[in-house]
């Protein structure tokens, strides 16, 4: 559930940025298929590539962080 819930935000996001998968796999230096199991929600990015993803959208890792629902 919680894989889910990042990547939606960083599909909406990349996507909002104009990247496609590919484009966004090569500049962060990984395979597109784990691009798409993250954000189809099988994996978690590690912290890493959270940062390196936010460094490359131009956001913080805070607004990538999914909310905590109540």
Sequence with gaps: MEAEKW??????????????????????????SIIGEIERGN??????????????LNISVEELTPSKEK
């Design 7 to 32: 990547g939606r935000r960083i599909r909406a996001y990349r996507k909002l940025k104009g990247y496609t998968q590919e484009s966004f796999a090569k500049v962060l230096g990984v395979s597109v």
């Design 43 to 56: 994996r978690l990015p590690t912290g890493d590539l959270l940062v390196r993803i936010g460094q490359t």
